[in-house]
């Protein structure tokens, strides 16, 4: 199963559980109580800046000990040394030994890793491959791009080849083809069964990547799960519901009875769909019950009604702005 | 047993990574360097005037004559009295066996001025700082640190592992360092460093302990070191201390504060006090065991420093019970850092 859930209720089976987590930075509280539970599968981590994005990953990663409540990782605390076998993190610093080169830091990070050193150098030169750095690995870190530190940074994670990943901010600084490679080097991890935590203002490519999210404001999580469920719980913005007839002729009836319900704000006729109806509300599973009770009343075949789902980018948008 | 083996494996890892990342290059290695430098030309330079004895230092209560002078009118007096065999032969003896002390005292008056006060005092904690505080602290201050913590093994084998990849760094610099001090005077400074070589080594050790523990634990090491290297060795020797405690207070967060008073007060001052308050510094204890090694030949180095109050043994106890306190106590701490502010 593929998704979050602000619930924790088992903390031994699922990738990632939290629960009433609470962290301070002096006199600023980051994180405020947040419960979440993680599955397999892609999660976008969305919010401003400041939002305490950074602050739930560097806890989740056990960079960071919460003042209150708790993380579990398949149960395992990840501030712990066993915990750290579970989750591989790609942070959004970019300090590195800046004299080494980028096959000396894998290697060193493998062997400290505590993988076999027989296995270190095939497995790098696998993992160099993977993220496209092959052909540059022995580039000192100091001259490498920014694009190209971010890659290390994700080879770096994938190393250990952990159940969670949590990448914070991974499509900056590379560029266009990179993105393409890395979605399409995420939905692979997918597919083979890793829960991956990412948070990026690249609304593209999360897009391309998920539609679950867990939105944070001020430290808090105000959604987690579906775009449009964020969409419904966060921002009280009114939804489009897509009503399809067999008869172009009823369309216009249909509006004006519908329009006379208090929670139908508007509707309107989207050009070249002449058998559609668009209605606005804020109210979507009322108005879906008004719809079918008019359409039964009427004889009037329904082909298909649905909210129309808004993209991350515009749920983002109106986070933000709100 | 699992806790076991991933230690084992993250003091290996630590060690085997970082062994040869020492910086040689950074700032405080330079002034590590340069006070080294200064330090050998001074000594090459007595050493040139032949004054690692006690021909030049004057008797108590004689303006005007050094024990050389002195020696020379015995044998003048015993020239003069040269009719008188007995009395003659006694001066000759006196002055003979004067003589031949006088060229022998190299060891205490190399130890006392070199090794007692500007190796112990000063060098000596630089040199060790030098490296130690960079163990770890550079990787603080560079932020480098995530790379260790983001690995499946325990906090307290990072540090151990580091600890064990900086130490023949600090051994090798301050008993190279001593070495070459030891060169420059000569047979006095090469007979002082076979003698206390153990001594000093130990206290390196103890050193790097303590101020691995600073650079880990922390926050802004190199500031204390420089502050230590500088501020405190160097410049504040001549204000008063009530200034000093003024400055510090003003001007340091409270973990430099911790540091400077460590390395200032500790070291510096009370290792310089009479009683029983030098006990607390380090420079002590090394002092200790030289005290007694140079008894042995019967060279009496400090008389009423309070060194022969602990045997070599106790002093060996001490130093490297100070040493360990520092490690477990670091261990404890480093466990618990946790990184914020990485971006």
Same mark, same amino acid.
């Given at each position: 199963?593929?998704?979050?859930?602000?619930?924790?209720?088992?903390?031994?089976?699922?990738?990632?559980?939290?629960?009433?987590?609470?962290?301070?930075?002096?006199?600023?509280?980051?994180?405020?109580?947040?419960?979440?539970?993680?599955?397999?599968?892609?999660?976008?981590?969305?919010?401003?800046?400041?939002?305490?994005?950074?602050?739930?990953?560097?806890?989740?990663?056990?960079?960071?000990?919460?003042?209150?409540?708790?993380?579990?990782?398949?149960?395992?605390?990840?501030?712990?040394?066993?915990?750290?076998?579970?989750?591989?993190?790609?942070?959004?610093?970019?300090?590195?030994?800046?004299?080494?080169?980028?096959?000396?830091?894998?290697?060193?990070?493998?062997?400290?890793?505590?993988?076999?050193?027989?296995?270190?150098?095939?497995?790098?030169?696998?993992?160099?491959?993977?993220?496209?750095?092959?052909?540059?690995?022995?580039?000192?870190?100091?001259?490498?791009?920014?694009?190209?530190?971010?890659?290390?940074?994700?080879?770096?994670?994938?190393?250990?080849?952990?159940?969670?990943?949590?990448?914070?901010?991974?499509?900056?600084?590379?560029?266009?083809?990179?993105?393409?490679?890395?979605?399409?080097?995420?939905?692979?991890?997918?597919?083979?069964?890793?829960?991956?935590?990412?948070?990026?203002?690249?609304?593209?490519?999360?897009?391309?990547?998920?539609?679950?999210?867990?939105?944070?404001?001020?430290?808090?999580?105000?959604?987690?799960?579906?775009?449009?469920?964020?969409?419904?719980?966060?921002?009280?913005?009114?939804?489009?519901?897509?009503?399809?007839?067999?008869?172009?002729?009823?369309?216009?009836?249909?509006?004006?009875?519908?329009?006379?319900?208090?929670?139908?704000?508007?509707?309107?006729?989207?050009?070249?769909?002449?058998?559609?109806?668009?209605?606005?509300?804020?109210?979507?599973?009322?108005?879906?019950?008004?719809?079918?009770?008019?359409?039964?009343?009427?004889?009037?075949?329904?082909?298909?009604?649905?909210?129309?789902?808004?993209?991350?980018?515009?749920?983002?948008?109106?986070?933000?702005?709100? | 047993?699992?806790?076991?083996?991933?230690?084992?494996?993250?003091?290996?890892?630590? !060690?085997?990574?970082?062994?040869?990342?020492?910086?040689?290059?950074?700032?405080? $290695?330079? %002034?590590?360097? =340069? *006070? #080294? /430098?200064?330090?050998?030309?001074?000594?090459?330079?007595?050493?040139?005037?032949?004054?690692?004895?006690?021909?030049?230092?004057?008797?108590?209560?004689?303006?005007?004559?050094?024990?050389?002078?002195?020696?020379?009118?015995?044998?003048?007096?015993?020239?003069?009295?040269?009719?008188?065999?007995?009395?003659?032969?006694?001066?000759?003896?006196?002055?003979?066996?004067?003589?031949?002390? !006088?060229?022998?005292?190299?060891?205490?008056?190399?130890?006392?001025?070199?090794? $007692?006060? %500007?190796?112990? =005092? *000063? #060098? /000596?904690?630089?040199?060790?700082?030098?490296?130690?505080?960079?163990?770890?602290?550079?990787?603080?201050?560079?932020?480098?640190?995530?790379?260790?913590?983001?690995?499946?093994?325990?906090?307290?084998?990072?540090?151990?592992?580091?600890?064990?990849?900086?130490?023949?760094?600090?051994?090798?610099?301050?008993?190279?360092?001593?070495?070459?001090?030891?060169?420059?005077?000569?047979?006095?400074?090469?007979?002082?460093?076979?003698?206390?070589?153990?001594?000093?080594?130990?206290?390196?050790?103890?050193?790097?302990?303590?101020?691995?523990?600073?650079?880990?634990?922390?926050?802004?090491?190199?500031?204390?070191?420089?502050?230590?290297?500088?501020?405190?060795?160097?410049?504040?020797?001549?204000?008063?201390?009530?200034?000093?405690?003024?400055?510090?207070?003003?001007?340091?967060?409270?973990?430099?504060?911790?540091?400077?008073?460590?390395?200032?007060?500790?070291?510096?001052?009370?290792?310089?006090?009479?009683?029983?308050?030098?006990?607390?510094?380090?420079?002590?204890?090394?002092?200790?065991?030289?005290?007694?090694?140079?008894?042995?030949?019967?060279?009496?180095?400090?008389?009423?420093?309070?060194?022969?109050?602990?045997?070599?043994?106790?002093?060996?106890?001490?130093?490297?019970?100070?040493?360990?306190?520092?490690?477990?106590?670091?261990?404890?701490?480093?466990?618990?850092?946790?990184?914020?502010?990485?971006?």
């Amino acid at each position: 199963m593929i998704g979050v859930s602000p619930v924790a209720t088992k903390p031994d089976i699922v990738p990632l559980w939290c629960k009433k987590v609470s962290k301070w930075h002096g006199n600023f509280l980051g994180l405020n109580d947040v419960s979440l539970e993680l599955r397999p599968g892609i999660t976008a981590l969305l919010g401003s800046n400041g939002s305490g994005k950074s602050t739930l990953m560097n806890l989740i990663a056990g960079q960071l000990y919460p003042d209150t409540g708790s993380i579990r990782i398949f149960g395992v605390d990840p501030w712990t040394w066993r915990g750290k076998h579970l989750v591989g993190y790609s942070p959004d610093l970019d300090y590195f030994y800046s004299s080494w080169s980028i096959n000396d830091f894998l290697m060193r990070m493998a062997c400290l890793a505590g993988i076999e050193s027989k296995k270190v150098p095939s497995l790098v030169n696998e993992i160099l491959d993977v993220v496209g750095l092959l052909s540059v690995q022995t580039t000192l870190l100091r001259r490498c791009s920014l694009g190209m530190r971010q890659r290390a940074k994700i080879a770096h994670a994938i190393l250990m080849d952990p159940p969670l990943l949590v990448l914070d901010e991974p499509f900056r600084g590379i560029d266009p083809v990179g993105r393409r490679d890395l979605v399409q080097l995420l939905l692979k991890l997918q597919s083979s069964g890793k829960t991956i935590l990412v948070s990026s203002h690249e609304l593209e490519e999360i897009e391309k990547l998920t539609s679950q999210v867990v939105m944070l404001r001020s430290g808090r999580v105000v959604s987690a799960g579906p775009v449009s469920r964020a969409r419904d719980r966060l921002l009280n913005k009114p939804v489009e519901i897509a009503l399809e007839i067999e008869s172009a002729e009823q369309i216009r009836f249909l509006a004006q009875t519908v329009f006379n319900y208090s929670e139908v704000l508007g509707v309107h006729l989207p050009e070249g769909k002449a058998h559609t109806l668009m209605v606005l509300t804020r109210n979507p599973e009322i108005v879906f019950s008004y719809l079918v009770k008019i359409s039964i009343e009427n004889n009037i075949p329904i082909r298909r009604l649905e909210v129309v789902d808004e993209a991350p980018a515009e749920v983002m948008e109106s986070l933000f702005q709100g | 047993m699992e806790f076991l083996k991933s230690f084992i494996l993250g003091v290996k890892s630590t !060690l085997a990574v970082h062994l040869f990342r020492a910086k040689v290059g950074h700032s405080l $290695f330079w %002034v590590s360097a =340069g *006070f #080294l /430098l200064l330090v050998a030309a001074v000594v090459v330079s007595v050493s040139f005037k032949n004054q690692w004895n006690y021909k030049t230092l004057k008797p108590r209560g004689q303006a005007g004559f050094n024990f050389k002078n002195s020696i020379e009118m015995i044998e003048a007096g015993s020239m003069a009295l040269g009719h008188n065999a007995g009395v003659s032969a006694i001066c000759s003896a006196v002055s003979g066996a004067s003589s031949g002390l !006088l060229i022998q005292s190299g060891l205490p008056v190399f130890t006392k001025n070199v090794v $007692f006060s %500007v190796l112990l =005092g *000063f #060098l /000596l904690p630089l040199w060790c700082l030098t490296f130690a505080v960079e163990g770890l602290g550079s990787e603080r201050e560079g932020k480098t640190l995530f790379w260790l913590f983001s690995k499946p093994v325990p906090r307290s084998s990072i540090y151990v592992g580091k600890f064990l990849a900086i130490l023949p760094w600090v051994i090798i610099w301050s008993l190279g360092g001593f070495f070459v001090l030891a060169v420059c005077a000569g047979d006095s400074g090469i007979f002082a460093f076979k003698l206390f070589w153990q001594p000093i080594a130990l206290a390196s050790i103890t050193y790097a302990s303590v101020f691995f523990f600073m650079g880990a634990c922390l926050p802004r090491a190199s500031l204390i070191a420089l502050a230590y290297a500088f501020v405190v060795e160097t410049l504040l020797a001549s204000i008063t201390y009530a200034s000093v405690f003024f400055f510090m207070g003003a001007c340091l967060p409270r973990a430099s504060l911790i540091a400077l008073a460590y390395a200032f007060v500790v070291e510096t001052l009370l290792g310089s006090m009479p009683g029983s308050l030098k006990q607390l510094s380090v420079a002590f204890y090394a002092r200790c065991i030289m005290f007694q090694k140079s008894s042995d030949l019967g060279v009496v180095l400090e008389q009423g420093g309070g060194y022969g109050d602990f045997s070599q043994t106790m002093a060996i106890c001490f130093m490297l019970g100070i040493a360990l306190m520092f490690l477990v106590a670091g261990i404890f701490f480093f466990g618990k850092i946790e990184l914020r502010g990485q971006r």
